[in-house]
């Protein structure tokens, strides 16, 4: 498996999980005080998907394999399973708090990415990438710092 299929699989599996788990937290938000952060929270499930499938999309380019979905021990690995817990009835300080943990995981993962040798066509994604997912990780630590 060469460096950049098992970055892009392993970003990849990340991605589509915090798809999923942005997903849920929009659909957990919708039914609480804070509906207003509802449909914030599926513009960040989307982006993940576009990122997803821009990876997906160079990955096949190179012949390489990429995960079909997420799954449930890389979603525990990779921190979003904090937010499909949290999802479970609890508040939505505890939804907001759950997805800053799985934002700082996804933000980690990028910076572990980067620090591998890809290739250039790769890193130049993963840089343009990074720094929307850094700001979504922001935005989301101010929202829960706000709550």
Known sequence: MSTDE????????????????FQKAAEK?????????????????????????????????????????????????????????ALSGSSPDAVLKAAVTGEDHAVSEYEDAMKA??????????TRQFSEVSATRNRVKALAEQS
């Open 29 to 85: 938000l919708s039914d609480t005080p804070r509906k207003d952060l509802s449909a914030e929270f599926m513009t960040y499930s989307q982006q993940r998907a576009r990122f997803s499938a821009e990876l997906a999309k160079v990955a096949h380019a190179y012949g390489d394999d990429v995960p079909e979905r997420s799954t449930i021990p890389g979603a525990v690995h990779r921190g979003w399973i904090a937010v499909k817990d």
């Open 6 to 21: 098992k970055t892009t699989s392993d970003l990849i599996e990340t991605l589509k999980n915090g798809e999923e788990g």
């Open 117 to 126: 040798e890809i290739s250039d066509e790769l890193r130049a994604i993963l």
